[in-house]
């Protein structure tokens, strides 16, 4: 296979909570790569570990060969839910980006007075001494004014391609929307990168 | 368009599609498997593929085997009969399956026959992380290993017209991360016509090993592993990079999905042009003549290979031989380092795990490269690097999301009701599937655990040897599998043994394929649904009890009967799977449960079930409509505390 030239070596991690739409949301981004030159190898760990607990993958793009992620490997770290963002932490190099929902899942520990939920400023502020830059956005919320709550995890997409940070910007993920996601969510995915955009526009 | 059937181009596609692409590319006839994580997916998409695309589809024979074992032998009889036959399942079910694959390679199989073992290191699902590398050594089969998508489809295919050139079984050796990885893949184009079937030339002194056959088949075998050794030898995913300024180099002999490790550790460390690298992609026979000349070549060898020293120990043996026979001795071979350096055999390499040993061993063996690694860009940023991570691991412990069983999942309600009756007085003889996860708190219902179909005969002994009462649990695709051969053998032997049958109509852990228990609705023509109730009776099981497993008083007054009872008893607890109820079946349960009153009972019923559609909302709290299952099991437990009401 041709290798792209120039495109950036960069890998990314996701992490959310089963049923979110974590694997989804790398798939579309690892589609959209491929479409627009850019090698890429995603990792993804099916089975047991999914069943109602946390959801990781990763994305590698620009030429490298395993899909799998170390700690402090990862030079963006996209989080689906906060709490999921600060425990996936150690896999982000000190100085990269943090893209986050800002919208909590507690766990079941938590209803069980087992555990607390550590509250949102917390968590931001543990991100920023890691990360150069970091972008917390409502997703549930945006995801809804989208069409659709689930298309929030394409807010964080369209964020993340606008960021300047991957070989494309957002009209490829558009592009890629429209070819592999379902004709009845293409609508609300195609706003969620606009409203994504948008966000990170307004954040800087 | 299927992507999976385009006849030319370019697709992103997971690990064990490339497999299913990579056999239909080779004309597969014939599939049959017993799902298991990380395998499934390839005969799922075989399965999805002749649902969605019968038109377009190339014809194959498909099927879900009741177990491992049987669905090598169905492999075997169609490859017997001429057919490419193609068998998948996860590492352990080898284990089932070894007595077939061991004298499938003495009879050879005219046909061809691909055997798929998805292994598991790190233990992503699975109960042990064993390495079957060493079947392909133990049964004397060849042996590929692909580490990407692009890899994993032309090994499948060059593994298909391997075996159907030496008319033997081939094992082809995925890992987590190599099924569950998504890449690209090129498409070449699919056969335009079915590939013949090879002739069955009826020939006993072959096919029917009685011992002076096997002893002569035994020799043939060992004929054509040799001859496998020489496709090896040629083989394209055999290759070496040597470095571009030549000389007397460092080499790394690398296998498998290791290889993917070190090319990315050799970038990081700016060393791609200073170290000459073998990989194996076709792992067995090893091609010793080529591995020769590279240990000659090379002033020192590192072996990197994931999980045992198999490579290492062959590679080792391969330079004593060859020191054996020369006079100089082994001076004019490499030194070989492996495991010593620190590589471990325990779970999965890493880029970094990679790294970190690559620059041990050049520390010892050249200090020279060793320098240049510190003066780089690298090796500037790693001591922050390494500070950074440790600094950003949270201080306090994070709420854990454990995986839970379903909302509205039954087995939970007969793992309360059996932990309510029993409490710690009875052992928990647990098996595989999803209800291994009855072993968390609060349900705690697994003290033991062996292998598949376990429950029952795990369970029957440890109640022999201890005098004390077992309950066991197994699910309806396991009691297929290898329950019912320990179900008679507790009859037979008079075992003292409660079994519960958690019968969900699916196999749910793995993606809810196909088993005999499902409903024949479900099953549609192409199978027969067996009745377990009938089954049990027949084996001889007097006290057998059948339930809705969500009448959770109906439960607990069986359970305390059966008790009452001597011998094997056997409950079956009966309501589909949750999910496959919703997707599968379009059955949505149209209550759901809501807390009216915040009183101990709602707490304790919170702490006694730990369902994961409860939750807090300040301090009150409620249940999670969106989760809700709807089994109102919880409404069962704590009456005054909970309601149903319409979704």
Not at chain 1, 86 to 98: C, F, K, N, W
Not at chain 1, 181 to 186: F, N
Not at chain 2, 443 to 448: M, S, V
Request: aromatic share 6%; with cysteine; charged share 20%.
């Amino acid at each position: 296979m041709e290798k792209p030239a120039g495109a950036k070596r960069l890998r990314i991690f996701f992490a959310g909570v089963g049923g979110q739409g974590t694997l989804t949301a790398s798939r579309l981004l690892a589609q959209t790569a491929l479409d627009a030159g850019v090698e890429a190898v995603g990792g993804e760990v099916h089975g047991m570990a999914q069943r109602g607990g946390v959801v990781e993958s990763a994305l590698l793009l620009g030429g490298w060969r395993s899909p799998r992620l170390d700690l402090g490997e990862a030079d963006v770290l996209l989080g689906f839910e906060p709490l999921e963002t600060l425990r996936a932490l150690v896999y982000l190099r000190p100085g990269g980006a943090v893209f986050s929902s800002s919208d909590a899942l507690a766990p079941l520990a938590v209803a069980l007075g087992k555990a607390s939920y550590p509250e949102l400023g917390k968590i931001q502020s543990e991100v920023r001494k890691v990360a150069s830059q970091c972008h917390f956005f409502p997703c549930r919320e945006l995801g809804q004014k989208a069409g659709a709550v689930q298309s929030g995890n394409t807010v964080l997409l369209g964020a993340l391609c606008a960021s300047g940070l991957l070989a494309f910007g957002p009209d490829a993920l558009k592009a890629a929307i429209g070819k592999y996601l379902p004709p009845k969510i293409q609508e609300s995915n195609l706003r969620a990168v606009d409203l994504g955009v948008q966000a990170l526009a307004s954040a800087q | 368009m299927e992507t999976l059937l385009a006849p030319g181009g370019q697709a992103l596609l997971l690990g064990n599609e490339a497999i299913v692409r990579g056999a239909l590319e080779a004309g597969v006839h014939f599939i049959s498997c017993y799902p298991g994580t990380p395998s499934s997916e390839v005969a799922d998409t075989f399965a999805r593929l002749k649902e969605e695309c019968a038109e377009d589809a190339p014809a194959y024979d498909l099927e879900y085997s009741v177990n491992e074992k049987v669905a090598l032998e169905l492999a075997c009889g169609a490859s017997l009969a001429g057919a490419q036959s193609l068998c998948t399942m996860k590492h352990v079910g080898l284990n089932v399956a070894a007595d077939p694959l061991f004298t499938s390679a003495y009879i050879g199989l005219p046909g061809g026959l691909v055997l798929l073992s998805a292994d598991d290191p790190g233990c992503h699902s699975s109960q042990n992380e064993q390495d079957n590398r060493a079947y392909a050594r133990f049964a004397q089969t060849p042996l590929f290993e692909p580490a990407s998508a692009e890899e994993a489809r032309l090994m499948t295919r060059a593994a298909f017209t391997l075996s159907r050139q030496l008319e033997q079984p081939v094992i082809l050796r995925s890992t987590t991360r190599v099924s569950h990885l998504r890449g690209a893949v090129k498409l070449e184009p699919l056969p335009e016509k079915p590939v013949e079937l090879a002739e069955f030339k009826r020939e006993p002194g072959r096919f029917v090993p009685v011992p002076q056959v096997a002893l002569k088949r035994h020799r043939v075998l060992a004929a054509q592993m040799g001859k496998a050794r020489t496709a090896a030898e040629e083989s394209p995913f055999n290759r070496i990079s040597w470095p571009k300024e030549g000389g007397n180099p460092l080499g790394i002999i690398a296998s498998g999905p290791a290889r993917n490790y070190l090319a990315d550790a050799l970038h990081e460390l700016g060393l791609e042009e200073q170290i000459a690298v073998f990989e194996l992609g076709q792992t067995w026979p090893l091609p010793e003549k080529k591995l020769e000349a590279f240990l000659r070549d090379c002033k020192g060898v590192l072996v990197l290979e994931e999980g045992a020293a198999l490579l290492e120990n062959d590679l080792r043996s391969l330079a004593n031989r060859l020191a054996a026979s020369e006079e100089k001795g082994s001076e004019s071979l490499a030194a070989i380092a492996g495991k010593d350096t620190g590589l471990t055999e325990f779970g999965e390499y890493s880029t970094s795990l990679v790294r970190q040993r690559l620059e041990r061993w050049l520390a010892n063996s050249a200090p020279d490269l060793a320098a240049k690694i510190s003066s780089t860009q690298f090796g500037a940023d790693r001591a922050a690097k390494g500070a950074a991570c440790a600094e950003s691991a949270p201080k306090e412990q994070l709420a854990a999301r454990p995986p839970n069983l379903c909302a509205g999942c039954a087995h939970r309600a007969v793992y309360f009701a059996a932990r309510e009756i029993f409490g710690d007085e009875a052992h928990y003889s647990s098996d595989i599937g999803c209800y291994t996860l009855g072993l968390l708190p609060p349900l705690r219902t697994a003290d033991f655990l062996v292998c598949m179909g376990s429950s029952i005969t795990a369970g029957s002994g440890f109640a022999r040897a201890s005098g004390k009462m077992v309950v066991a649990f197994i699910g309806d695709s396991t009691f297929f599998h290898s329950g019912m051969s320990g179900l008679a053998n507790a009859v037979f032997n008079r075992h003292n043994l409660l079994l519960v049958i958690l019968d969900n109509g699916t196999t749910a852990m793995t993606g809810h394929q196909p088993n005999p228990g499902m409903l024949q609705e479900s099953l549609g023509s192409d199978a027969t649904h067996l009745d377990i109730e009938a089954i049990v009776r027949a084996l001889g099981v007097r006290h057998c009890e059948k339930v809705k497993a969500l009448n959770l008083k109906k439960v607990q007054n069986t359970l305390k009967n059966l008790a009452q009872e001597q011998g094997v008893r056997v409950l079956i607890a009966e309501e589909p799977c949750v999910l496959y109820a919703r997707r599968s079946l379009g059955r949505r349960r149209q209550r759901v449960a809501s807390f009216h009153r915040q009183n101990d009972e709602a707490r304790s019923c919170l702490a006694k079930l730990a369902c994961p559609a409860f939750r807090m909302r300040g301090d009150a709290l409620e249940v999670d409509h969106s989760l809700c299952g709807g089994c109102l099991v919880c409404m069962q437990v704590a009456p005054n505390a909970i309601k149903a009401k319409n979704r």
